[in-house]
């Protein structure tokens, strides 16, 4: 479903955020991609969903290199794929009802009913039926995570990516969002990539992870061979390690010269 | 300081002065790439005309109490100005020759241009700026939506087709404050006051070409206040930025264009 | 804000931004007076156009009949040669002269038309062979004074 061989990328040259990454998604599992803040999974996550071309290496995503694509290639291959942002990203002038709709008036050419049918359907999916009517700024950040989430799916992707999907939600929409992601990739028959920090939950889902550091995979395996590894920064992270590979302290120089403390 | 201190200091002040250049530069072409762009994708924003009459409802209707108010004060302020000047020469039958010419050539598209920048301008660069914050532009592109063709465009053509009309109100309303002034309070007769500006004012020269102006003006606003919110850098800070720089940008573009087309339309391009 | 109301208020907007246009043209410009009607063509040649204008207005007893076209000097005759569209609804007799006359004391020059008494009337192309220049100023004080110089010599004698 996607692959992606050797890749590098930076946002500019003098910096770059992927230096050599290599990783395969089967069709129908749940991938986790994680690591540090900073460690280029989200960018990852946008040179997949060919927002950005790679400097060096192939992004190949549902059989096509996202390269080689013209702009009409591209947004065919993006009617595929469904993106789940941040922080849901509705669109601030709708309701619910057409942030959901607006995949489907944009792509189809459905008639109204259908249409209804089809939102209250993908709404019906995320619990939030009875939401339709409601402004994104009248929804918690759960709720609008799955509107969000509802409109991703609306065209029925084969193909999701989440994007910190579980930041700031309090445990119960937490589990469910987390439910959701399982439920939906089996029922749609789909592949979801997620990208997170979030590493307990996350291994409770999940099929298959990919660790990243400093624009690398570091590690990959089943959640009980991450949960179990020896690698000293995949234990770190894991655990929630206080120190290890990635240090405390910020480097600074000495700390009694600092204070000024005389030499004991 | 020594010399070699002097002139290297120089140089990087040079230096940055032609950095800066270039990149100004570089942003114009940029932006007209983006119009040109907006213009050829044009094709849902007038095919969808739901999107661009909603876009008219707020880039004009919603700046129309400002510009017919402006427009009413303005002329009656020149009524008072014209007259106090006129009937020093014993010309003050001509004060609605005067209200007339300076709202239709001038007044009318460059005051209605200059609040049209600061009302509708601001609030559309506002709104793209923030829609780019909220990453709502990136989850269209991911939807496989163009967002210029879905969001730019309608915005564009709303301001472009609320201009005219705003300016043609503006004129209207002007000319209406000063007879307001000039016949019912000052008591310049009535009569000559329609009749003079009538033989003055010229419907070719004159109207034609203040539309003109506006049109052009309605284009050059609505252009600068799409980019720079579409360019705003993604924060609370960068839109606040952007905003600022489309009122000033504006401005200075709509006040640069009046001159040139001035220039062009009524100081006699052919000698007589 | 649905979409009834934002309907109905541009379309009351674009409405009132046409009748101010309507206004303006109207009750402002001179539309109400704008010939776009037929017009036909006669030229004239003067020794002197002064300040006249293209597009300056060709009245008769005072009315406008038509609109200066164009203006060329004629390298040949060394004159002004002057083009004149005249409404098609007047008509003018062949022996009409043609004077630059100005409006007011300093205002702008105009071409006005006086009658002459021939049947035949002014046809497409035809020239107007009686014209009266323009009276230009500095010619006016200069033969003042040269009046003015000769009746003094004239008492000195």
Known sequence: MVEIQNVAFGYDAARPVLRDVSLTIARGSVIGIMGQSGCGKTTLLRLIAAQFLPTQGAVRVLGEATSGLDREALYRMRRRMGMLFQFGALFTDMSVYENVAFPLREHTVLAEDLIHDLVVLKLEAVGLRGAAQLMPAELSGGMARRVALARCIALDPQLILYDEPFTGLDPISFGVIVRLIRELNDSLGATSVIVTHDVQEALGVVDYVYFMAAGRVIAEGKPDEIRASREPFVHQFVNGELDGPVPFHYPAPAYPAELELAEV | ?272 | MNRATIDLWVGIFVVIGIGALLFLALKVGNLATFSSGETYNVEGRFVNIGSLKVRAPIKSAGVVVGRVAEIRFDNETYEAFVSMNIDSHYQFPRDTTAKILTSGILGEQYIGLEAGGDGVMLKNKDRIRLTQSAVVLENLISQFLFNKAAEGKDEKK
Not at chain 2, 5 to 21: D, F, M, S, W
Not at chain 2, 40 to 46: N, Q
Not at chain 2, 230 to 247: H, K, L, M, N, Q
């Open chain 2, 1 to 272: 300081m020594s010399l070699a201190q002097i002139l290297e200091h120089t140089r990087g002040r040079l230096e940055r002065l032609g950095n800066a250049v270039t990149s100004y530069v570089w942003r114009l072409g940029f932006a007209s790439r983006f119009l040109f762009y907006t213009v050829v994708h044009s094709g849902t924003a007038l095919r969808r005309f739901r999107l661009t009459v909603a876009e008219i409802y707020f880039a004009g209707v919603l700046s129309l109490i400002i510009i017919l108010v402006s427009g009413l004060f303005v002329g009656m302020v020149l009524a008072l100005q014209g007259y106090e000047t006129l009937q020093r020469f014993g010309a003050s039958e001509s004060l609605g020759v005067l209200v007339a010419l300076s709202l239709v050539r001038e007044l009318g598209p460059v005051v209605a241009g200059l609040l049209f920048a600061s009302r509708a301008g601001s609030a559309i660069t506002a709104e793209i700026g923030l829609m780019k914050a909220t990453e709502q532009i990136s989850a269209m592109e991911m939807m496989a939506v163009d967002p210029i063709a879905r969001v730019v465009a309608p915005r564009f053509w709303g301001g472009v087709l609320s201009m005219p009309i705003l300016a043609a109100l503006f004129s209207a309303l002007g000319i209406f404050g000063g007879y307001l002034v000039g016949v019912q309070l000052i008591g310049v007769d009535a009569g000559a006051f329609w009749s003079q500006m009538q033989a003055a004012v010229d419907l070719r020269n004159d109207i034609l070409n203040g539309v003109i102006k506006s049109v052009v003006f309605g284009v050059a606003v609505t252009w600068i206040a799409v980019f720079e919110g579409y360019d705003a850098v993604p924060t609370a800070e960068g839109v606040s930025r952007a905003t600022t720089r489309t009122v000033v940008t504006s401005s200075l573009a709509i006040l640069a264009l009046d001159f040139v087309l001035t220039a062009l339309m009524f100081t006699g391009g052919k000698p007589a």
